[in-house]
């Protein structure tokens, strides 16, 4: 497995933990109860854990990484068996630690702080609060009186989020253009570089635009079942999206 292969599994896996684990705050447990927590904290620690997987492929078993890993796992282990309707402080200590914790991963994975790790907690964001609003969605089964709120915070917080990537991989684009005329000599050549330009744009950035919009509308009217029925599928398009940007990043070294 080429070593470029490796690192997006890893950097989509830990991104993908880091992200969740960033808005487990969005829907005051209160309101959801303690399953909630437990569910969405499961989606981190099996994200945790296939990135410690892969890193083990590579690293040792008491590298910094890893034991880095380790920490965050334990934390997200110990919210879902823990938590209470009502967050504790305890629990604030854990989010708290869980996050710092791959915030470092994260940092040292992309070698130190830069442009690299802003790119980063980019897609941990995108991905991130996307998979929150999906998980969310489908607890509306299960508190079918929780307020419509938290999904509104996600939506907007997924635009501001799309406008800040939107712009950064026009700006990429714009001072990489050599990568993309025609005869380029560059990356996999001209039709294989727009083949993944076009995919990374497409499916990461326009649809999910566009279905977020949807998804707007449909939480305003409450249609709560729907909106989840639009994130599921911008979901699968995120992890699409994303894992080709950290291709084309780990690859050929573009902020896309």
Known sequence: MGAEI??????????????????????????????????????????????TIIHLTYGTFSDPFSIKYYIAAICFLLIRLFHKDEKSLFMWVLFIIHNATLLLLLLKFQNGWGPMFLFGVSSSVILGIIVYAMTLGHYYLVV?????????????????????????SGLEISKNWAFFQEF?????????????????????????????????????????????????????FVFVGELVSAYLLFKYGLLI
């Open 6 to 51: 490796v690192n997006v599994a890893e950097f989509f896996f830990l991104t993908l933990a880091l992200g969740v684990g960033l808005f487990t705050w969005v829907a005051d447990s209160k309101m959801t109860g303690a399953g909630f927590q437990g569910l969405i904290n499961s989606v981190c620690l099996g994200s945790t854990l296939v990135a």
């Open 144 to 168: 079918p009186r929780l307020s419509e709120n938290p999904l509104k915070v996600a939506v907007l917080v997924l635009w501001t989020i799309l406008a800040i990537k939107i712009t950064w």
């Open 184 to 236: 380029t000599q560059l990356g996999g050549g001209y039709a294989f570089n727009w083949m993944m330009l076009t995919m990374r744009v497409v499916w990461g950035y326009v649809v999910i635009l566009v279905m977020s919009i949807f998804t707007w509308k449909l939480v305003v009217i409450r249609s709560t079942q729907s909106a989840t029925g639009v994130l599921y599928a911008m979901t699968i």
